[in-house]
């Protein structure tokens, strides 16, 4: 058995606060978009990355995930973050640290409370 890629659901009281975090802040392209929909939702992509944002009041209230980003190159993300989304920052992860682990880490938080731990091994 293969399995050649994860696609999370992520669900939103209002879609646009994910919009900002996967596509504005993180680069993310929009494959699918049913944005214009009485729920919207939308699939959006990048490099071998997908997440489904789905704005759903009932399953955002149920559900904040904490999702992990893999990267070869954190100080690049880092930067890119902290120079144009500052605001994303998550307030117990707002720099680089190398973690005991062994993973160098920074996190992002949006208002909806979903976080994004970017990490580089």
Not at 22 to 38: D, P, R, T
Not at 51 to 75: G, H, M, W, Y
């Amino acid at each position: 058995m293969k399995f050649t890629r994860l696609t999370p659901n992520i669900f939103y009281t209002d879609i646009k606060v994910g919009l900002k975090l996967f596509v504005e802040c993180l680069g993310f392209k929009i494959s699918y978009n049913n944005l214009s929909a009485e729920e919207p939702s939308c699939v959006a992509e990048k490099d071998s990355l997908g997440v489904f944002l789905i704005q759903s009041r009932e399953f955002a209230e149920k559900d904040r995930p904490e999702l992990r980003l893999q990267t070869e190159n954190i100080t690049e993300v880092y930067e890119q973050v902290k120079t144009k989304f500052p605001e994303l920052l998550h307030p117990n992860g707002n720099s680089v640290t190398l973690k005991p682990w062994g993973a160098k880490e920074f996190a992002l938080l949006d208002k909806s409370g979903v976080c994004i731990i970017v990490q580089q091994w």
